[in-house]
């Protein structure tokens, strides 16, 4: 199994990641390399959804916390569960609230590094 790599340019940086098939696993060995490369994909993508929820809590009118479209996290909630339909949406939905709660943790912890600091 390959490992996930991340191309950075300029313009824009990709995530290649080759998923691996359950059914060419034949050693626990081989099962857990293609966890470990799943789990360092998962990583670099809750990396970039933190720094893109970050960008939205800059553009919204109210953010952080009390900023929390329960609607839109429904939403979200459905769509995976439609690409995920193993996972129970009740379990989605308790996988994306810790997803976003560390999301606005991460922002606010940015926002607190980035406030100009007086003398």
Do not use: C, W, Y
């Not at 609230?97 to 980035?114: F, M, P, S, T």
């Amino acid at each position: 199994m390959s490992e996930p790599t991340a191309t950075t340019t300029a313009a824009a940086e990709e995530l290649t990641v080759a998923l691996p098939r359950t059914d060419r696993l034949a050693t626990l060995a081989d099962a857990r390399a293609a966890i470990d490369g799943i789990d360092a994909a998962l990583a670099a993508l809750l990396e970039r959804r933190a720094a893109v929820a970050g960008v939205v809590q800059r553009l919204k009118p109210v953010g952080g916390f009390a900023g929390r479209d329960a609607e839109r996290e429904r939403l979200i909630v459905a769509a995976m569960a439609e690409r995920a339909p193993s996972l129970a949406a009740g379990h989605l939905a308790k996988i994306m609230n810790a997803v976003i709660e560390a999301g606005l943790d991460a922002a606010e912890r940015k926002n607190v590094q980035d406030a100009p600091r007086g003398r």
